[in-house]
Each structure stands twice: as structure tokens, then as C-alpha cells.
């Protein structure tokens, strides 16, 4: 597996963004047709399939990462949220862990959606 960091600049605050990145609300308007909970289990729905996560770590307002239940137990991905002292600026940073091979996949499929979650915040 290796590891790809994104780095994403939103116009939001932390708090906007983590309810984004960690609701099942949040996470049906960008990442997923649908999302369901079942205390640390999402569901991600992409119409006919879906898959689920559980919930390995979170912080409010600052990160939140997720183990896939149906791959390899180092298969991962979360979110961190770090904001700027001096400029205010949030960035979104993407931490996901793939097979060597799905990389550049994996990278535009981030930026596509990150892309989308931007829009919904009006970023």
C-alpha cells in the first residue's frame, strides 16, 4: 500500500468542513450517493453497491479517518483539517492508502470529488 496526502484550500471554517467529512449528511452532498450509521459504520451507497468503513479515529473539528471493512486491514482514508494561524486559510488533506498500481486513479477521483464538495460549500 502507499500512501497519497492531497492538499485541498477551502473557504470555510474547520466547523463547516467537518460536518462534511463526517456525517452521514455531509458525506451524501460529496462522497457518496448515500450514507448510513450504525455507531462506528458508515455505509457508503454509489447507486446498486456500497461499502462499509468503520471509524478508526476522530477528532472535532480536525480529522476523522476510516478503515474499509471489505479490503486489506491497512486499507484506509481520512480527512485532516488544518487552518492557518496568521492567514485563516482551512485546508483539507486527504490521506488515502492504495495499491501502487490505482494511485493516479485515486488521485483524480479525490480531486473530482473534493471538487464536488467545494461546490457545495461554496468554495
Known amino acids: 500500500m502507499t500512501e497519497l496526502r492531497l492538499e485541498f484550500f477551502l473557504k470555510t471554517s474547520p466547523t463547516v468542513l467537518f460536518s462534511r467529512i463526517s456525517t452521514p449528511s455531509g458525506m ?7 450514507v448510513k450509521i450504525d455507531g462506528k459504520i458508515f455505509t457508503f451507497i454509489w447507486g ?16 476523522i479517518s476510516f478503515r474499509w471493512l471489505d479490503q486489506e486491514p491497512d486499507s484506509k482514508f ?3 483539517i ?9 485546508a483539507l488533506i486527504v490521506i488515502d492508502h492504495v495499491d501502487e498500481s490505482d494511485v493516479e486513479d485515486t488521485r483524480n477521483l479525490w480531486v473530482s470529488q473534493v471538487a464536488k464538495l467545494k461546490h457545495m460549500i461554496g468554495s
Open 82 to 90: 488544518v487552518q492557518d494561524e496568521l492567514t485563516g486559510d482551512v
Open 48 to 63: 446498486t453497491s456500497e461499502q462499509q468503513a468503520e471509524v478508526l479515529s476522530m477528532v472535532p473539528n480536525v480529522s
Open 28 to 34: 451524501a452532498e460529496w462522497f457518496a450517493d448515500n
Open 78 to 80: 481520512g480527512f485532516n
